[in-house]
């Protein structure tokens, strides 16, 4: 019975460190992605900002040539 005892308390320690290396792998994932949708996002914005000052040239050009 100790015998079977001590196998299973091995199994289990086993099986624990497995799921904290698991865990650890998938927080390094999600700051990782994190980071990457950090930098998409400050993409979007500046290509965002730049389309809406081009739109305001665009605009200020037309005016002129109707002028």
Known sequence: ???QLEQRLKELRAEYASGQKALAELENKQ???RSTLQRISSAIQ???EELSNEGGKEENK???LIK
């Open 46 to 48: 500046v290509l965002e």
């Open 62 to 64: 037309a005016a002129r």
């Open 1 to 3: 019975m100790k015998q």
């Open 31 to 33: 700051a990782s992605l």
